[in-house]
């Protein structure tokens, strides 16, 4: 992909669940090779995430996901909504952001995360919140050239493993 290629964000339904499960497991894997233990790894698979989100995009599930196209192919995606994590407060929640790594560098993680908080403006949120897994050095670059505030720390349990994450907030 090219980076003069035109870019489209659009919100995901559910026949999309295949493809943004397809990336998530890609770039998830490619990213936590070196920081979560190899079990988890081998265990994010496909099976395992596409239930999650073919739920995630199923009507009345809360929150929204975005889909950056570039030429009409998937090159990213972000999900938010309501906080997850009790350490996020009152803040809407960055649940995801992945870019197709043949993408990086582009733009495309910047325009998803402003239209996030643009979503999350309109939700009636005046704060914005994500948690990082610590050692992940290239998200949390990225989030605090975009303006996030270290915000404190929490040990995710995980369903596969437990990480430690820092919490990066945004006042929207």
Request: glycine share 10%; proline share 7%; hydrophobic share 50%.
């Amino acid at each position: 992909m090219t980076a003069g290629s035109l870019l489209s964000i659009r919100p995901a339904g559910p026949a999309d669940a295949a493809a943004i499960a397809a990336l998530h497991v890609a770039v998830w894997r490619l990213t936590y090779a070196g920081l979560a233990p190899p079990a988890a790894v081998a265990r994010l698979d496909l099976a395992h995430r596409l239930p999650q989100w073919r739920a995630a995009l199923a009507p009345g599930a809360r929150g929204a996901t975005l889909l950056a196209l570039r030429d009409a192919r998937l090159a990213g995606f972000v999900r938010f909504g309501p906080a997850s994590q009790p350490e996020l407060g009152e803040a809407g929640e960055i649940k995801h952001l992945y870019v197709d790594p043949a993408c990086a560098r582009q733009g495309i993680g910047r325009q998803l995360l402003s239209a996030a908080f643009d979503g999350l403006r309109r939700a009636g949120c005046a704060e914005a919140a994500l948690a990082v897994v610590r050692g992940n050095d290239p998200a949390l670059a990225f989030y605090r050239a975009a303006g996030g505030r270290p915000a404190g720390h929490f040990t995710d349990a995980g369903p596969l493993w437990r990480s430690e994450n820092l919490i990066l907030r945004w006042v929207l």
